[in-house]
C-alpha cells in the first residue's frame, strides 16, 4: 500500500517486474493512491490520497506501517497496542533499525 500514485517510482521497470511477481506470488494485494487511517471494529480503515474517501479492509490482526512519516502521521490503532519502531523513536542507521524492528517481531 502506498499514498503515491506509483509503487517503487526509484526502482528500475526491470526489477519492479521481479518485485512485482514475488509480491503477487506471495498473495500480497498491492494498492496505490491509498493510506492507511484507523483500525476500526478489527477492519482496517484506509482513505484515498487524493479524494480522501475512505473504505473499510479486512479483517486484519496487525497493520505494520513503514515509510518516510512523521511520528505524528501515526496510524490510529483503535485501542488496540502500537508499537512505534525505526526513525520514529530516533533517526539513526538502518542496523539498529532492522535490530530493534526484528526484535520486537519475535517478541509479538
Same mark, same amino acid.
Given at each position: 500500500m502506498? &499514498? #503515491?500514485p506509483?509503487?517503487? +517510482?526509484? $526502482?528500475p521497470?526491470?526489477?519492479?517486474? *521481479?518485485v512485482l /511477481?514475488? !509480491?503477487?506470488?506471495a498473495?500480497?494485494?498491492v494498492r496505490?493512491?491509498t493510506?492507511? &487511517? #484507523?483500525v476500526?471494529?478489527g +477492519?482496517? $480503515?484506509?482513505?484515498?490520497s487524493?479524494s *480522501?474517501?475512505? /473504505?473499510? !479492509?479486512?479483517?486484519?490482526a496487525?497493520?505494520?506501517?513503514?515509510?518516510p512519516?512523521l511520528p505524528?502521521?501515526?496510524?490510529d490503532?483503535?485501542?488496540r497496542e502500537l508499537?512505534v519502531? *525505526?526513525?520514529a523513536v530516533?533517526?539513526?542507521?538502518?542496523l539498529?533499525?532492522v535490530l530493534?524492528?526484528h526484535?520486537l517481531?519475535?517478541?509479538l
Open positions: 502506498t &499514498r #503515491r506509483v509503487l517503487g +517510482r526509484h $526502482v521497470w526491470v526489477s519492479m517486474l *521481479g /511477481r514475488r !509480491l503477487d506470488g498473495g500480497i494485494e496505490i493512491t493510506a492507511p &487511517r #484507523r476500526e471494529d +477492519r482496517l $480503515v484506509v482513505a484515498h487524493f *480522501g474517501r475512505e /473504505r473499510a !479492509l479486512g479483517p486484519v496487525s497493520v505494520v506501517r513503514a515509510g512519516y505524528a502521521a501515526a496510524l490503532a483503535g485501542g508499537h519502531v *525505526g526513525d530516533a533517526p539513526r542507521g538502518l539498529p533499525v530493534e524492528a526484535r517481531a519475535r517478541s
